[in-house]
């Protein structure tokens, strides 16, 4: 069975960070685009970083460029997004994703399996 499984939400202050966790089960992430997104109550699901290469170049979302990176490690067949400088609209439910073709896309729709999302909460 194909599986993504995401870690490391939870709830932080403004200013702080969180790292978060996917790891795969059932088959090799090298071989396959990963990406996270979120979606934020009543909004659309949005990219916000993606793996443009199995070496771990990065597409980072304009709207979170300089506080978060994405990246992996291939031995654990994971992928982590580290969010510094957490806001409040940053609120959210994360996903990560993986496609066979979506290397560096921030476009959910070219993404095939889906973890189950990790809320992330903003507040003081």
């Known amino acids: 069975q194909l599986q993504l499984v995401e870690s490391g939400g939870g709830l932080v202050q403004p200013g702080g960070s969180l790292r978060l966790s996917c790891t795969a089960s059932?088959?090799?992430?090298?071989?396959?685009?990963v990406g996270w997104f979120r979606q934020a109550p009543g909004g659309e699901r949005v990219g916000v970083a993606a793996?443009?290469?199995?070496?771990?170049?990065?597409n980072i979302a304009e709207s979170v460029r300089g506080r978060f990176l994405i990246g992996g490690d291939n031995d654990k067949n994971t992928v982590y997004l580290q969010m510094n400088n957490l806001k409040p609209e940053d609120t959210a439910v994360y996903y990560c994703?993986?496609?066979?073709?979506?290397?560096?896309?921030?476009?959910?729709?070219?993404?095939?399996?889906w973890g189950q999302g990790a809320q992330v909460t903003v507040a003081s």
């Open positions: 059932g088959f090799d992430l090298d071989y396959y685009g």
């Open positions: 793996l443009t290469s199995p070496t771990g170049s990065e």
């Open positions: 994703a993986a496609g066979r073709s979506a290397w560096g896309s921030l476009r959910a729709a070219e993404y095939t399996l």
